[in-house]
């Protein structure tokens, strides 16, 4: 049960974070925890389902090629990950009356983007063992954390806009683009000093997510 928790309490308090900076209309618990069961288990499903397809279609396997890094850290992880909640935030969340102001996106999609981290989380520890889960908590749950508030700022806007298509899929594509840089610059860690690459990457998100929460903040449908 220890394991569990380690996997689930980084993710559970970027969900508690992102719930109490929705000060003005908060979202119903009970909706908030069907958009985290299904970042968990949808999102998880889908990721499996493209990861094979892709795999099937061009397999990877040097891991020393610079190029074919490239590939899967921007395609075959950062585009179908991000891709597997976006489509749960846009068919579930999006759709649903409670969706009802721009920071909804960032909290529907970083709520989503939680699940899928806790779940992924526990595989991993289950895998590689508790240290990789203590250490993921620091790094790949924060990153999960700022791709779904990146994602969720543009989709939240597209819920009221004439171009919602369009800012939809700009927020799939600013996810996918820092959730690449991210996972490119681990990929190739036999190039020395990358490691500064996959962390600016990070430290870049989190400003820009920080910028986006006060912005939807600060332009709520509902603030007097």
Excluded: C, W
């Amino acid at each position: 049960m220890d394991f569990l928790l380690l996997a689930i309490a980084p993710a559970m308090i970027f969900v508690i974070f992102i719930y109490l900076k929705d000060k003005i209309e908060k979202e119903p618990i009970s909706f908030l925890i069907k958009n985290f069961f299904l970042g968990a288990f949808g999102s998880i499903i889908i990721t499996l389902i493209l990861g094979v397809l892709f795999n099937s279609i061009y397999p990877l396997t040097d891991e020393k090629s610079v190029f074919q890094q490239f590939i899967k850290a921007f395609v075959v992880v950062a585009l179908v990950e991000e891709f597997s909640k976006y489509v749960i935030v846009k068919y579930y969340a999006q759709k649903n009356k409670e969706f009802n102001e721009p920071f909804d996106g960032i909290v529907y999609a970083l709520t989503v983007s939680m699940g899928f981290a806790a779940l992924e989380n526990v595989l991993y520890i289950l895998q590689y063992g508790v240290s990789t889960g203590i250490t993921r908590a620091f790094t790949a749950v924060p990153a999960h954390a700022t791709f779904g508030i990146l994602m969720g700022y543009f989709m939240g806007k597209a819920k009221f806009s004439k171009n919602r298509i369009q800012l939809n899929l700009l927020g799939l594509l600013g996810a996918t683009i820092f959730h690449g840089f991210y996972n490119f610059f681990l990929f190739i860690n036999f190039v020395p000093g990358t490691l500064i690459g996959a962390i600016l990457s990070l430290v870049i998100g989190t400003v820009l997510s920080r910028k986006a929460i006060k912005k939807h903040q600060k332009d709520s449908n509902f603030k007097i």
